[in-house]
């Protein structure tokens, strides 16, 4: 079965500071995508970055980049130079053979002026 | 282009009532998915369509959730009776097809409390 689980409920960062959210994963396929989606309050889930599991080099979007450990499955997001805008929940998914989508249960990210 | 659309945005009714929502996805997009997102919780697959055609309803509380998409476009996502339970946002997303890796786009979603 897949898992996804994301240790950290909550986190805070200074603007303009860089901050790294955690993410690990459990499949038993060979090859999967994984994802972050950003849920800014009381508005619509949007993509942030996705990660092909055999690609070795990690994602990159602008401020946003991965750290993807294929070995010990472990998917974490950087944010550089955090804004206010990116104030939001961050969920890791998990896409793979079965064509369904496995999200973690979130991190409330508050970027503090 | 626009987005996934749906409605309505809020609702609150008592235990035992029935409610509906409704989703239009982004046009030609094949696959339609509702998810249940509990407050505190990650979004819950709870029914999956390609086309008019169900390819997964595996966690849908059948006894009381039941949902259809006519014509392959637009979807209905019923609850018949509403428990306490059952509190949650109701997110509608779609993709272009059901293919490995892909984006799925996202409604604003439907907030739903039952009192």
């Known amino acids: 079965a897949q898992t996804v689980t994301q240790s950290q409920p909550e986190m805070s960062v200074q603007e303009a500071e860089t901050v790294t959210l955690s993410c690990t994963y459990d499949?038993?396929?060979?090859?999967?995508?994984l994802f972050w989606y950003k849920q800014p309050p009381s508005r619509q889930m949007i993509l942030v970055i996705r990660?092909?599991?055999?690609?070795?080099q990690n994602a990159t979007e602008n401020r946003f980049s991965v750290n993807f450990q294929k070995a010990a499955k472990s998917f974490s997001l950087k944010i550089s130079d955090s804004q206010l805008g990116d104030t939001a929940m961050y969920f890791c998914?998990?896409?793979?053979?079965?064509?369904?989508?496995?999200f973690g249960t979130g991190t409330r990210l508050k970027v503090l002026a | 282009e626009a987005g996934v659309a749906q409605s309505p945005r809020y609702k609150i009714i008592e235990k035992r009532q029935s409610v509906a929502f409704w989703c239009n996805p982004i046009?030609?997009?094949?696959?339609l998915y509702w998810y249940q997102q509990i407050l505190g919780q990650g979004p819950k697959l709870l029914i999956q369509?390609?086309?008019?055609?169900?390819?997964?309803d595996s966690q849908l509380p059948k006894d009381r959730f039941s949902a259809e998409r006519l014509k392959g476009v637009d979807s209905t996502l019923k609850i018949q009776p509403a428990k306490l339970e059952d509190s949650a946002v109701y997110l509608c997303?779609?993709?272009?097809?059901?293919?490995?890796?892909?984006?799925?786009?996202f409604g604003e979603g439907s907030w739903l409390t039952v009192v």
């Open positions: 997303a779609s993709s272009l097809r059901r293919a490995w890796g892909n984006t799925i786009y």
């Open positions: 499949t038993s396929e060979n090859n999967y995508y």
């Open positions: 990660q092909e599991a055999y690609k070795q």
């Open positions: 998914a998990s896409h793979s053979g079965t064509y369904k989508y496995i």
């Open positions: 046009s030609g997009h094949a696959t």
């Open positions: 369509f390609q086309n008019n055609g169900v390819v997964d």
